[in-house]
């Protein structure tokens, strides 16, 4: 049976390294920090990968993200892999818990994260299972 967990973040992004510049396209790599409230309570720190390309409004990213903490009161961890596009605006993302990734409370966990960007403010929602 799924559960559905919902609330917001706060995320902070550092780039590692000076963007790379080829034929009109960025390539950059940052760290993110990312602080949870709601079904989630904790903290989460990855990497991801940027391109920006010249075309107004597109651009792509790929990150891995360890989140620790409690969701729905069940403590441990799990790593969410990222896969996200722009083109002219129109966003396609994929968040999902990757295989094997939960440690304590939260082993075997599987789910699909859904985030949402409101005036600034982050919000999730991530649908999961856990065994029984």
Known sequence: MSALAKGSFTVELKPQSKPVALDGVSLGRMTLVKQFTGDIVGTSSGQMLTAL????????????????????GKRGSFVLQHSGTMNEGQQTL???????????????????????????????ELEYTLPE
Do not use: D, Q, W
Not at 56 to 69: I, P
Not at 97 to 113: A, F, H, M, R, Y
């Open 53 to 72: 390309t010249p075309a107004k409004g597109s651009a792509g990213y790929v990150a891995m993200e360890r989140v620790s903490g409690t969701l729905g």
């Open 94 to 124: 994929s968040i999902s818990v990757v295989p094997g990734s939960g440690t304590g409370s939260l082993t075997g966990i599987e789910g699909v994260l859904k985030l949402e960007v409101v005036e600034g403010n982050h919000n999730y």
